[in-house]
């Protein structure tokens, strides 16, 4: 459990190079996924649009949040946006910035989901053979409106009784293929030009404002970890010397029963030193309440003097 908790709070990182790792394996289990998935149409008017859309962007959504859960800047960015002004001012550019990082990286997974199944035409076919003109194809002719639509949504089971003699069952299902395999890499293209052009452009723009809200947002990401690990020794030796006072109380009943208690005093001086002061639990919650509401300044000038 601990190996696992530690694999977890290593992909949590907010290095880049471990966030496009992780982006890139979900995209991976994404593809994984719809290949190993048994996509079943249930072939009825009243359930295969709603199935064949289901299928297409419910697993999106969920990628979506997979990755908005993974990245540990979606927290810092939130968090950095809800908290109060105090003495150090928010810029809208660092949020923007974090925002703008943590999108893109979510989308990657849900939109490869999208991207695949369009290519594969299944889920397109099912949500929309109810829907097309049986004009236009001629194994529909003479047959009623109610059998006409019961013979569209048919048309993604090849192996239906109904199905295996008509001759416009392909061609139904091929005209959709088609339609969904253009839209696919229709969106494919525009995807690559837009990064291209993303790419190839930035450096028209200004490259300060971006390098500023790219520091302070690393910045923000690495002293919330700073500081959740001071917590967290601050907890450790606060509990151990908690412990140390109790163990003391007990004194004459654990000697009774011949345990040894540490000398008085023994190590006291480093912990005090670590502990800094903040030695009950109302010195706690009101240093955890002053980090909340009153972040100190960005300006290490005055520290750097004394």
């Not at 059998?147 to 199905?163: G, W």
């Not at 930035?202 to 947002?217: G, I, K, Y």
């Not at 140390?244 to 480093?270: D, T, V, W």
């Amino acid at each position: 459990m601990d190996r696992f908790r530690m694999i977890f709070q290593y992909f949590q990182s907010s290095s880049e190079s471990v966030m496009n790792g992780i982006c890139g394996l979900l995209a991976l289990a994404s593809v994984k996924m719809y290949t190993s998935f048994d996509f079943s149409c249930p072939c009825l008017p009243q359930y295969n649009m709603a199935y064949g859309l289901g299928i297409m962007f419910i697993p999106p959504i969920i990628l979506f949040l997979c990755g908005l859960i993974l990245n540990r800047q979606s927290l810092v960015m939130l968090e950095e946006w809800r908290r109060p002004q105090g003495r150090r001012k928010k810029d809208l550019a660092v949020i923007r910035y974090m925002c703008s990082s943590i999108m893109q990286r979510a989308m990657v997974a849900p939109v490869v989901w999208i991207v695949v199944t369009l290519l594969d035409g299944k889920c397109l076919i099912c949500a929309f053979s109810s829907s097309m003109d049986p004009e236009k194809f001629v194994g529909f002719a003479n047959v009623s409106p109610v059998q006409v639509q019961q013979l569209l949504a048919k048309v993604p089971c090849k192996d239906d009784e109904l199905m295996r003699n008509n001759t416009s069952r392909k061609a139904v299902s091929r005209y959709l293929r088609c339609c969904s395999q253009a839209l696919g890499w229709s969106i494919l293209l525009i995807l690559i030009i837009a990064a291209f052009l993303a790419r190839w452009l930035r450096p028209c723009f200004n490259q300060a404002a971006l390098l500023q809200a790219r520091h302070w947002s690393n910045y923000i990401d690495i002293e919330q970890k700073i500081f959740e690990e001071t917590c967290c020794e601050h907890s450790r030796l606060f509990a151990h010397k908690c412990i140390l006072h109790f163990f003391e109380s007990m004194r004459q009943e654990i000697k009774l029963h011949s345990f040894s208690l540490p000398r008085e005093g023994e190590g006291a001086e480093g912990e005090e030193d670590l502990l800094q002061g903040i030695t009950d639990q109302n010195r706690v919650n009101k240093l955890l309440k002053m980090w909340y509401y009153e972040k100190p300044p960005l300006d290490v000038s005055q520290a750097t003097q004394r």
